[in-house]
Every structure is written in structure tokens, then in C-alpha cells.
């Protein structure tokens, strides 16, 4: 019995660092490609709708719409860098809060994603001065 048990518990382990590494790697490519302003960087984890509040525009959008509605606003403000000053969640849904600081100044960003799949997807973006 406690050899099963040493398994299972080394199996849930892998399991838990398995799914911790992919939900980072993610956030990683997100928080890189919103600092450098690669909308498609960010775009290929978008969901089918994202919830999107820029500059003081709300809306909820298709993913294609998402993506050119970040586009226009990297147009007019050029990324210099994204900072993370918080991070959180919980296996199935995290967060990111940082500073996106631009070519027109810093601005506050949040971002979240869920896990859909095995892959994680981005609900929500705020982008707010």
C-alpha cells in the first residue's frame, strides 16, 4: 500500500509542476509580446470573445477584433517594456498586473487567462492610465 501511494503522490506532483509550467510559460510569452508590442504574440492566446477595456474604450470583442483594436492602440502608443507588480490565481484562472509603459507614458495593465484545453486563454485585458 505505500509504495501506491508514494506514486500517486509523486504522479500528482509531476502533474502540478507540469500544469504550473505551462500556465507560466504563457504568461511569460504575454507579458513579453504586451512589452514589446507584438499584437499577434498576444493575440494567439486570445479566447474566441475577449473583454477589453483600453484607454478608456470598453467592449467585448471577437478575438480578430481584439487583436485589431490592440494593434491600433500599440500604433499610437509605441511599448517600451512591461513590469509585473503583482501576479496570482489559481490553477484554472490567473492574473497579471504590471506597468506598460510606452512611448506616451506608463500605463496600468491587467490582463487575465483561464486554462481551456490543456492551453491558457486571455478573458481580459486592461489597459488604463
Same mark, same amino acid.
Given at each position: 500500500?505505500?509504495?501506491?501511494?508514494?506514486?500517486?503522490?509523486?504522479?500528482?506532483?509531476?502533474?502540478?509542476?507540469?500544469?504550473?509550467? !505551462?500556465? $507560466?510559460?504563457?504568461?511569460?510569452? !504575454? /507579458?513579453?509580446?504586451?512589452?514589446?508590442? *507584438?499584437? =499577434?504574440?498576444?493575440?494567439?492566446?486570445?479566447? *474566441?470573445?475577449?473583454?477589453?477595456?483600453?484607454? +478608456?474604450? /470598453? +467592449?467585448?470583442?471577437?478575438?480578430? $477584433?481584439?487583436?485589431?483594436?490592440? /494593434?491600433?492602440?500599440?500604433?499610437? *502608443? *509605441?511599448? &517600451?517594456?512591461?513590469?509585473?507588480?503583482?501576479?496570482? =490565481? #489559481?490553477? $484554472?484562472?490567473?492574473?497579471?498586473? =504590471?506597468?506598460? &509603459?510606452?512611448?506616451? #507614458?506608463?500605463?496600468?495593465?491587467?490582463?487575465?487567462? /483561464?486554462?481551456? +484545453?490543456?492551453?491558457?486563454? !486571455? $478573458?481580459?485585458?486592461? !489597459?488604463?492610465?
Amino acid at each position: 500500500m505505500r509504495p501506491l501511494i508514494k506514486k500517486l503522490t509523486a504522479t500528482v506532483a509531476l502533474m502540478l509542476v507540469f500544469t504550473l509550467a !505551462i500556465a $507560466q510559460g504563457a504568461l511569460d510569452d !504575454i /507579458r513579453s509580446s504586451i512589452g514589446s508590442g *507584438n499584437t =499577434g504574440g498576444v493575440s494567439r492566446y486570445f479566447d *474566441n470573445t475577449v473583454s477589453m477595456t483600453i484607454a +478608456g474604450s /470598453r +467592449g467585448t470583442y471577437s478575438s480578430s $477584433q481584439a487583436e485589431m483594436v490592440l /494593434r491600433g492602440f500599440f500604433s499610437k *502608443n *509605441n511599448p &517600451k517594456g512591461f513590469t509585473t507588480e503583482h501576479s496570482g =490565481g #489559481g490553477k $484554472q484562472h490567473k492574473y497579471v498586473i =504590471g506597468t506598460l &509603459k510606452t512611448s506616451c #507614458g506608463s500605463y496600468r495593465a491587467y490582463f487575465s487567462v /483561464r486554462e481551456d +484545453g490543456g492551453r491558457y486563454v !486571455i $478573458q481580459e485585458i486592461r !489597459i488604463e492610465k
